[in-house]
């Protein structure tokens, strides 16, 4: 792919991009209307995304490609021991992790280089709860805490009534059977209590299901919606599951269970008052993978500037140079402008079973795009 249609690509995925998170936002103001402190935070929230997007559009006129969403693993270490965890089976060595001020200042150039949303994981995010205060002092962006929920006790909470921009999400993998099952005895019911105790402070808050084949008919049936919809939660996150390890194979969505994701979300919205959305819907609706800077970027516990998450490669490290340097990488070019790698892999992931290809265009290197003329944030 060349790069003039890589920019054009890139043009479209952005406005798509921009509407959809608007169109997030407005929603979320439409199903708390019965709350006005929680519409005004999301139209306020809207109004800071188009903002956001001007100064997206600026950098990427210079070649700098900004995601709108940016994911920190802000810690590798988690009080749970889930069977399957993709942090644990990559097996990295695990190095010193980000100071609360090396955050600081990566969340600072991201706010200037229009990065609207963050999402706060892990390991478990809440092993260090100063993220909390952190984020707080970001109100221009919006927060997800990506959680298991078992360490929301009453300090979290009363933080958490302070520092409305932050909105807690949730993992579950089912009910109990299922929740328990993979995360251990009795994280569904400390999930549950989290849950209940935040809907009692008139939090904003979500839920994330890893959708597997055995649990895709009973994580988007109506009863289990039901049940977390009375329960407070109006935010459903649904993530194909990764098979991290090869025996693992077998609990990936089938085709057929993929293919009934947006048809499934479409019916759960139009009875539910919630915000329902599907990764493997954003993937069709923006033309493969949304790696790599095309919709979002992660960022290890250490620093590095991974394409995402399930893809631990990384040619730049945010405390050796600045964000808007790290995003100009040839690694990241490369990928975005290799269309045919970009799509879904069979597995959930594409990136995740283009290891091999991956590692190619690391040993490969190369030269970073020409610096941008530096803008005034």
Request: glycine share 10%.
């Amino acid at each position: 792919m060349g790069a003039t249609e890589t920019k054009r690509q890139a043009d479209r995925s952005a406005v798509g991009l921009n509407r959809s998170i608007s169109g997030f936002l407005r929603d979320a103001a439409r199903i708390s209307w019965r709350d006005p402190g929680k519409v005004y935070f999301f139209l306020r929230a809207g109004a800071q995304q188009r903002r956001a997007a001007v100064r997206r559009r600026e950098w990427g006129e210079r070649g700098v490609y900004v995601p709108p969403l940016m994911i920190i693993s802000v810690t590798r270490n988690c009080n749970l021991r889930c069977a399957g965890c993709f942090v644990h089976a990559q097996g990295r060595a695990a190095g010193s992790e980000m100071s609360e001020a090396e955050i600081r200042a990566v969340l600072a150039e991201a706010r200037d280089l229009g990065v609207a949303m963050v999402a706060l994981a892990g390991g478990e995010p809440l092993t260090r709860p100063e993220i909390l205060d952190v984020a707080g002092d970001f109100p221009e962006m919006m927060f997800l805490l990506m959680t298991n929920g078992s360490l929301v006790d009453r300090p979290v909470l009363e933080k958490l009534e302070r520092v409305r921009n932050v909105i807690p999400v949730v993992s579950l993998e089912g009910f109990e059977a299922e929740t328990d099952g993979r995360r251990g005895v009795g994280v569904y019911r400390h999930a549950l209590l989290a849950m209940e105790q935040m809907r009692e402070r008139g939090l904003f808050f979500g839920t994330s299901v890893m959708i597997t084949r055995p649990n895709f008919a009973l994580t988007t049936s109506r009863m289990f919606v039901r049940g977390l919809v009375e329960r407070g939660c109006r935010l459903f996150f649904y993530v194909d599951y990764v098979p991290v390890k090869p025996e693992t194979q077998h609990l990936v969505p089938s085709e057929s269970q993929r293919n009934a994701e947006p048809l499934t979300m479409a019916l759960l919205r139009a009875e539910f008052p919630g915000l329902f959305v599907a990764s493997s819907e954003s993937e069709k609706a923006f033309g493969g993978c949304m790696a790599a800077a095309r919709g979002f970027v992660h960022v290890s516990a250490e620093g590095y500037l991974e394409p995402c998450p399930f893809s631990p490669f990384s040619d730049t490290n945010l405390r050796e140079v600045r964000l808007s340097e790290a995003l100009r990488s040839c690694f990241l070019r490369e990928i975005r402008e290799s269309g045919e790698h970009l799509s879904e892999g069979g597995g959930g992931c594409a990136l995740w079973t283009k290891r091999e290809w991956l590692e190619t265009l690391l040993a490969k290197g190369g030269d970073p795009a020409p610096a941008p003329d530096r803008l005034v944030a």
